[in-house]
């Protein structure tokens, strides 16, 4: 990327792209980061919680 800033023809376009490379980045990051766990939890009914109204 840096040795091809010489030929580069839009320096206007530069900024936005480099901006566009790092938010993906830090997107791409973050959903692994955050990824829920996979489980095999069941989800119960509402009405079988001792706490819960039915």
Known sequence: MVRGLPRLRQAERFVPWLFTIARRTVTDHLRQTYEAPETAIEV?????????RC
């Not at 119960?44 to 819960?52: G, T, V, Y």
């Open 44 to 52: 119960w009914p509402r009405c079988r919680l001792r706490s819960a």
